[in-house]
Protein backbone atom coordinates (compact mmCIF):
# COMPACT_ATOMS: atom_id res chain seq x y z
CA UNK A 1 0.00 0.00 0.00
CA UNK A 2 2.73 1.38 -0.26
CA UNK A 3 2.00 3.54 -3.51
CA UNK A 4 -1.24 5.09 -2.62
CA UNK A 5 0.47 6.46 0.83
CA UNK A 6 2.79 8.56 -0.89
CA UNK A 7 0.12 9.32 -3.67
CA UNK A 8 -1.87 11.27 -1.06
CA UNK A 9 1.34 13.64 -0.01
CA UNK A 10 0.62 15.35 -3.42
CA UNK A 11 -1.47 18.19 -3.83
CA UNK A 12 -5.05 18.32 -6.33
CA UNK A 13 -5.18 20.71 -9.05
CA UNK A 14 -8.45 22.35 -9.53
CA UNK A 15 -9.92 21.39 -12.66
CA UNK A 16 -13.72 22.58 -12.84
CA UNK A 17 -17.21 22.54 -11.41
CA UNK A 18 -20.39 21.34 -12.42
CA UNK A 19 -23.83 20.65 -10.56
CA UNK A 20 -21.86 21.58 -7.47
CA UNK A 21 -19.35 18.79 -7.99
CA UNK A 22 -15.19 20.24 -7.96
CA UNK A 23 -13.18 17.92 -9.58
CA UNK A 24 -9.40 17.70 -9.27
CA UNK A 25 -6.90 15.72 -10.76
CA UNK A 26 -2.97 15.26 -10.27
CA UNK A 27 0.01 13.18 -11.61
CA UNK A 28 1.39 10.57 -9.02
CA UNK A 29 4.83 10.05 -9.04
CA UNK A 30 6.34 7.44 -11.01
CA UNK A 31 3.95 7.10 -13.63
CA UNK A 32 2.24 9.49 -16.00
CA UNK A 33 -1.49 8.62 -15.50
CA UNK A 34 -3.51 11.14 -13.25
CA UNK A 35 -5.30 10.22 -10.31
CA UNK A 36 -8.70 12.07 -9.94
CA UNK A 37 -11.10 13.42 -7.05
CA UNK A 38 -14.95 14.71 -7.20
CA UNK A 39 -16.53 16.22 -3.79
CA UNK A 40 -19.66 17.42 -2.99
CA UNK A 41 -22.30 17.96 -0.52
CA UNK A 42 -25.36 16.33 -0.95
CA UNK A 43 -28.36 16.63 1.62
CA UNK A 44 -29.28 13.35 3.10
CA UNK A 45 -28.48 11.60 6.25
CA UNK A 46 -25.23 9.39 6.30
CA UNK A 47 -27.43 6.16 7.05
CA UNK A 48 -29.28 7.06 3.17
CA UNK A 49 -25.45 7.25 1.73
CA UNK A 50 -23.88 4.51 3.41
CA UNK A 51 -26.77 1.96 2.12
CA UNK A 52 -25.59 3.43 -1.22
CA UNK A 53 -21.95 3.43 -1.73
CA UNK A 54 -20.27 -0.01 0.27
CA UNK A 55 -23.55 -1.76 0.07
CA UNK A 56 -23.58 -4.40 -2.74
CA UNK A 57 -26.84 -5.40 -2.62
CA UNK A 58 -26.59 -1.39 -4.10
CA UNK A 59 -24.98 -1.48 -7.46
CA UNK A 60 -26.82 -0.31 -10.25
CA UNK A 61 -25.31 3.52 -10.16
CA UNK A 62 -22.17 2.04 -10.54
CA UNK A 63 -20.34 2.67 -14.13
CA UNK A 64 -22.76 2.11 -16.99
CA UNK A 65 -19.86 0.11 -18.70
CA UNK A 66 -19.88 -2.07 -15.64
CA UNK A 67 -20.91 -5.57 -17.19
CA UNK A 68 -20.82 -7.75 -14.67
CA UNK A 69 -19.98 -7.78 -10.79
CA UNK A 70 -19.54 -10.95 -8.64
CA UNK A 71 -19.08 -10.39 -4.91
CA UNK A 72 -16.76 -13.40 -3.61
CA UNK A 73 -16.69 -11.94 0.20
CA UNK A 74 -18.83 -9.73 2.29
CA UNK A 75 -18.98 -8.31 6.05
CA UNK A 76 -21.43 -5.99 6.04
CA UNK A 77 -20.00 -2.39 6.71
CA UNK A 78 -16.45 -3.66 7.10
CA UNK A 79 -14.85 -5.87 4.43
CA UNK A 80 -15.91 -6.73 0.51
CA UNK A 81 -13.96 -8.27 -1.82
CA UNK A 82 -15.57 -8.04 -5.40
CA UNK A 83 -14.89 -9.14 -9.20
CA UNK A 84 -15.62 -6.69 -12.12
CA UNK A 85 -15.67 -6.38 -15.45
CA UNK A 86 -16.04 -3.54 -17.64
CA UNK A 87 -16.83 -3.31 -21.22
CA UNK A 88 -14.60 -0.99 -23.51
CA UNK A 89 -15.51 0.33 -26.80
CA UNK A 90 -14.56 -1.04 -29.85
CA UNK A 91 -11.03 -1.67 -30.55
CA UNK A 92 -10.05 -1.28 -27.20
CA UNK A 93 -10.31 -5.11 -25.17
CA UNK A 94 -12.36 -5.39 -22.16
CA UNK A 95 -11.13 -4.48 -18.77
CA UNK A 96 -11.79 -7.23 -15.49
CA UNK A 97 -10.53 -5.96 -11.97
CA UNK A 98 -10.33 -8.01 -8.28
CA UNK A 99 -11.39 -5.63 -5.81
CA UNK A 100 -10.45 -5.40 -2.22
CA UNK A 101 -12.13 -2.84 0.00
CA UNK A 102 -11.76 -2.01 3.68
CA UNK A 103 -14.43 -0.31 5.21
CA UNK A 104 -13.77 2.11 8.75
CA UNK A 105 -16.91 4.31 10.49
CA UNK A 106 -15.94 6.92 13.02
CA UNK A 107 -19.10 7.86 14.72
CA UNK A 108 -17.44 10.36 17.20
CA UNK A 109 -16.09 12.29 14.50
CA UNK A 110 -19.04 10.74 11.50
CA UNK A 111 -16.77 9.51 8.61
CA UNK A 112 -17.16 6.94 7.26
CA UNK A 113 -13.98 5.58 4.48
CA UNK A 114 -14.40 2.91 2.32
CA UNK A 115 -9.97 2.11 0.92
CA UNK A 116 -9.88 -0.30 -2.08
CA UNK A 117 -6.76 -1.56 -3.40
CA UNK A 118 -6.25 -4.53 -6.32
CA UNK A 119 -6.47 -8.35 -4.92
CA UNK A 120 -4.30 -10.61 -6.48
CA UNK A 121 -4.75 -14.22 -6.92
CA UNK A 122 -8.13 -15.15 -6.00
CA UNK A 123 -9.69 -14.97 -9.72
CA UNK A 124 -7.61 -16.42 -12.62
CA UNK A 125 -7.24 -13.98 -15.68
CA UNK A 126 -9.53 -14.51 -18.42
CA UNK A 127 -6.97 -14.33 -21.95
CA UNK A 128 -10.53 -12.60 -23.12
CA UNK A 129 -10.00 -9.39 -20.68
CA UNK A 130 -6.98 -7.09 -19.97
CA UNK A 131 -6.63 -7.54 -16.10
CA UNK A 132 -6.16 -3.89 -14.38
CA UNK A 133 -3.42 -4.49 -11.65
CA UNK A 134 -2.48 -0.80 -10.53
CA UNK A 135 -5.72 0.35 -9.03
CA UNK A 136 -6.56 2.56 -6.10
CA UNK A 137 -10.27 4.33 -4.77
CA UNK A 138 -10.89 6.18 -1.52
CA UNK A 139 -14.53 7.38 -0.77
CA UNK A 140 -14.76 9.57 2.22
CA UNK A 141 -17.76 10.49 3.53
CA UNK A 142 -18.78 13.25 6.48
CA UNK A 143 -21.68 14.00 8.24
CA UNK A 144 -21.17 17.65 8.25
CA UNK A 145 -24.34 17.55 11.37
CA UNK A 146 -26.23 20.06 9.13
CA UNK A 147 -28.46 18.16 6.94
CA UNK A 148 -25.90 17.24 4.35
CA UNK A 149 -23.11 14.58 3.81
CA UNK A 150 -19.63 15.98 2.48
CA UNK A 151 -18.61 13.07 -0.44
CA UNK A 152 -15.47 13.02 -1.61
CA UNK A 153 -14.13 9.71 -4.44
CA UNK A 154 -10.14 9.66 -5.16
CA UNK A 155 -8.96 7.12 -7.43
CA UNK A 156 -6.30 6.04 -10.25
CA UNK A 157 -6.47 3.27 -12.49
CA UNK A 158 -4.26 2.35 -14.81
CA UNK A 159 -5.93 0.95 -17.83
CA UNK A 160 -2.93 -1.42 -19.22
CA UNK A 161 -3.31 -2.59 -22.38
CA UNK A 162 -2.99 -0.36 -25.27
CA UNK A 163 -4.90 2.60 -23.91
CA UNK A 164 -3.04 5.68 -25.07
CA UNK A 165 -1.84 7.85 -21.69
CA UNK A 166 -2.77 10.91 -23.49
CA UNK A 167 -6.21 9.60 -23.80
CA UNK A 168 -7.10 8.65 -20.69
CA UNK A 169 -5.49 11.72 -19.01
CA UNK A 170 -8.36 14.05 -20.78
CA UNK A 171 -11.45 11.66 -20.23
CA UNK A 172 -10.44 11.05 -16.23
CA UNK A 173 -12.16 14.12 -15.07
CA UNK A 174 -15.68 12.83 -16.19
CA UNK A 175 -15.49 9.74 -13.72
CA UNK A 176 -15.53 11.43 -10.72
CA UNK A 177 -18.26 13.37 -12.24
CA UNK A 178 -20.57 11.01 -13.43
CA UNK A 179 -20.38 8.94 -10.36
CA UNK A 180 -20.56 11.57 -8.21
CA UNK A 181 -23.50 12.70 -10.12
CA UNK A 182 -26.18 9.95 -10.28
CA UNK A 183 -25.05 9.50 -6.65
CA UNK A 184 -26.32 12.66 -5.63
CA UNK A 185 -28.87 12.77 -8.22
CA UNK A 186 -30.30 9.55 -6.48
CA UNK A 187 -30.28 10.05 -2.97
CA UNK A 188 -31.73 14.46 -3.42
CA UNK A 189 -34.75 12.86 -5.40
CA UNK A 190 -35.69 10.85 -2.65
Not at 117 to 143: A, C, G, H
Not at 151 to 156: H, I, M, S
Request: proline share 5%.
Amino acid sequence: MAFSTSVQAQNWDFIKEREGIRIFTRRDAGSSLKSFRGETDIRTSMEKVCNLIGNVKNVDWWDKNLREINVLTYEKDKHVQYYLVYGAPWPVTDRDLCVDATITTDPVKGLRTISSVPLFNVVPENPKYVRIKKYWQKWVMQDMRNGTIHVTLEGFVDPAGSVPNWIYNMVITETPLKIIRGIKERLEKH
